[in-house]
């Protein structure tokens, strides 16, 4: 019997299957429960088809509604049944850029109180029980408000849903807690092969990109290109936010990135496992095999 349940914590659809589309769906191929735990309806997303633009914050502010549906058309794409909005749907709303009066909402994830939000997270880590969460870093991946509040609610989450003497329900310890990354060794390839093909990309250096790790901060390394086709059907299903030509996709910036197949994880907390056997042993973290699995080290 497979038991393995993955839980993953994101701040706005679509972020889950430009970050993690492919494990997503590799995984939950293989029988894992996966649970996804979206923070906000993304109603501050720019609008990228013309006849779809009534929809923005600034007009009719009904693109949270609708972005609803093109959610759970993702998660279908990707054979992932479980789906939850924090709080559920709309209890938190898009915060939109750092610096911008959106911010400001009374609503916003931004200055939503950080044991409140726990709390609701708290309830679904003691249902589902997963062993691994997998989250963004300290700085929400890129520096947007939302996902730097992701991390510091699921962080903050974890430590309470293992803590007998808080709320309801039996407690549970997440075994492996994860950050998304990318190598910026994979940036650095991807933007030759875009240019190569004529597709544009991030018209400065890899280095001036406000994410992206180095080889040697990378523990885990999921390999997951038979499900490409997944995560792209996905990102097709977000169409407000994302275009896609395949391998590549942009969103509202028409800035051109490529759909990996191969994704990458740095281990915050948890036993670190050894590759899997007979997957390819590439250095990282430190100087360590990198794992191949999530789940790598969990009995």
């Known amino acids: 019997m497979n038991d393995r349940r993955l839980l993953l914590v994101h701040a706005h659809p679509d972020d889950e299957a430009i970050g993690t589309g492919a494990t997503m769906a590799k995984y939950a191929a293989e029988g894992a429960h996966v649970t996804l735990v979206t923070c ?10 013309e006849d779809l633009g009534h929809l923005a914050a600034d007009r009719e502010d009904r693109l949270g509604e609708y972005r609803i549906d093109e959610l759970a058309k993702a998660c279908e794409a990707l054979g992932v049944t479980d789906h939850r909005f924090l709080g559920g749907p709309g209890r938190w709303r898009d915060s939109g850029m750092m ?15 950080l044991d ?8 679904v880590i003691r249902e589902v029980r997963p062993q691994v969460l997998v989250t963004y870093d300290e700085n929400g991946f890129y520096g947007h408000p939302d996902h730097i509040q ?22 549970w310890r997440v075994a492996k807690f ?12 991807t933007a030759e092969a875009m240019r190569e093909a004529g597709t544009e990309f991030f018209p400065g250096d890899v280095d001036e990109l406000p994410f992206g790790s180095t080889d ?14 997944a995560k792209l059907d996905a990102m097709r299903a977000h169409a407000t936010q994302i275009s896609v030509d395949a391998p590549w996709f942009a969103l509202s910036n028409n800035i051109g990135q490529e759909a ?3 994704e990458h994880y740095i281990l915050k907390t948890g036993r670190r496992g050894g590759a899997v056997p007979g997957a390819p042993i ?15 080290g969990i009995n």
């Open 282 to 296: 590439e250095a990282g973290g430190l100087g360590e095999p990198r794992e191949s699995d999530l789940f790598a």
């Open 260 to 262: 990996l197949g191969v």
């Open 40 to 49: 906000t309806l993304g109603e501050e997303g720019e609008v990228i088809p």
């Open 216 to 229: 040697d901060e990378i523990t885990t390394e999921i390999d997951a290109r038979p499900y490409v086709g």
């Open 116 to 123: 409140e939000a726990a709390g609701e997270l708290v309830k």
């Open 150 to 171: 992701a991390y510091r609610v699921a962080w903050r989450a974890a430590d309470l849903a293992a803590d007998p003497a808080h709320g309801e329900g039996e407690p």
């Open 99 to 113: 610096g911008v009066a959106s911010n400001e909402h009374p609503k916003a994830f931004w200055q939503a109180d």
């Open 178 to 189: 994860y950050f998304t990354a990318i190598p910026k060794s994979v940036l650095r390839r």
